[in-house]
């Protein structure tokens, strides 16, 4: 199976270090199996303890779990939502404990020292499925960035996958 896993880098550098990495597998016989994700990683630095209260609210959030799905195409056991985070003030004891709050395989692994994981999305051997999945994680990085409220608007943070042109993470 072909499972792939990001470091943390801005989307541009993201883009180029995959198109490199497709480019190359495009003549194996790698593909996907359903156990294997595309788990992206993202600095811990690079995000207030709020913004990450609003992203496991957005990921979490029970009536966005049909969209997150339709998105990431996986639903495993791999990365399991946590359904007891449903707003951004269910989140303090997240936020002050970061690296021991979650479980390794939930769809937001907080487990690790200096990364936030994304595990909620399958893995592919095709570029343009994983820039869409690049692009949805930089929307809802921007939005929740914002200090906006009412995060789980789905089609603001849709807008944002058109609209939105800064780093993705740093």
């Known amino acids: 199976g072909l499972e792939i896993i990001t470091c943390p880098a801005t989307i541009t550098v993201q883009k ?46 029970k009536e966005n779990k049909p969209f997150i799905k339709s998105i990431a195409e996986r639903e495993a056991s791999f990365s399991k939502f946590n359904e007891d985070i449903t707003t951004v003030s269910a989140a303090p004891e997240l936020i002050n404990n970061i690296s021991a709050s979650t479980d ?6 907080l487990s690790n020292k200096d990364t936030i994981e994304f595990r909620i999305f399958a893995s592919t051997n095709q570029y343009e499925n ?6 949805f ?8 960035r914002t200090g906006q409220q009412g ?20």
């Open 104 to 109: 390794r395989y939930s769809a937001v692994n």
């Open 137 to 144: 994680l930089k929307a809802l990085l921007d939005y929740t």
């Open 16 to 61: 180029e270090k995959l198109k490199v990495l497709f480019e190359a597998i495009r003549t194996t016989t790698l593909h996907p199996e359903k156990s294997c994700g595309l788990h992206i990683h993202i600095s811990k630095n690079s995000i207030s303890g709020m913004q990450l209260g609003r992203i496991l609210e957005f990921i979490n959030k």
């Open 130 to 135: 994983i820039l869409y999945k690049l692009e």
């Open 151 to 170: 995060i789980t608007s789905l089609k603001e943070v849709s807008n944002l996958l058109i609209t939105a042109d800064s780093f993705f993470v740093v």
